[in-house]
């Protein structure tokens, strides 16, 4: 009788899988072949294989490099270190790097403060539904961060992340909404 993994680790891997590109898979599958299953690693060894796979351009790694830097997860936390390579994976128009990156710019975290830069991550970002960037340009619109004050955008960015569930979005919708009328 061969031997059947169970379906509910079909469905756990089918899911884990299912927002990857085919290329993307392709290398998921390889690496499982070779044995690296990042759940199962220590935080300084999946920092090592992310650290191999991002230095040959795959953005998802290069993302996930920058998270552990800017967390601090399995290696020493480094805000530069971390922006350089939210850099690369949004160059390549990954949409959490372009707001992480988007975030750096706009609080000088790792890169000098620069707000007009930010507006331009968070407008790549919130192009492709991203809704914490969709969020950050509507902050950004409200309060004239790099972009000239327009409450009418703001809101437009406001809702399409509340849409997406974000509560702060939604109370940041009604305050301008509420301070629209008066």
């Keep these: 009788m061969p031997n059947k993994k169970p379906k509910h680790f079909e469905d756990q891997n089918n899911y884990r899988m299912s927002h990857l590109s085919e ?5 998921a599958v390889t690496l499982y072949k070779a044995g690296i299953d990042f759940n199962a690693c220590s935080p300084r060894e999946a920092v ?4 191999e796979v991002a230095c040959k351009g795959w953005a998802p790694a290069q993302y996930n490099l920058a998270c552990c830097y800017a967390n601090g997860n399995g290696i020493q936390r480094d805000m530069t270190e ?15 790097a372009q707001c992480r990156l988007g975030f750096c710019y706009d609080v000088g ?13 968070y407008r790549k970002s919130a192009a492709q539904g991203e809704n ?13 961060d790099g972009v000239k004050k327009d409450k009418l955008k703001a809101a437009k960015y406001f809702y399409k992340s509340a849409r997406q569930g ?9 305050r301008v909404l509420d301070n629209d009328e008066n």
């Design 82 to 96: 971390a922006a350089k390579w939210f850099e690369e994976a949004a160059k390549q128009g990954h949409p959490e």
């Design 48 to 51: 090592e294989w992310h650290q």
């Design 132 to 144: 914490h960037a969709q969020f950050n340009l509507g902050c950004c619109y409200e309060d004239g």
């Design 109 to 121: 975290d790792g890169v000098k403060q620069d707000k007009k830069e930010a507006v331009y991550w």
């Design 23 to 27: 290329d993307e898979k392709e290398l």
């Design 166 to 174: 974000n509560s702060d979005a939604k109370r940041a919708l009604k």
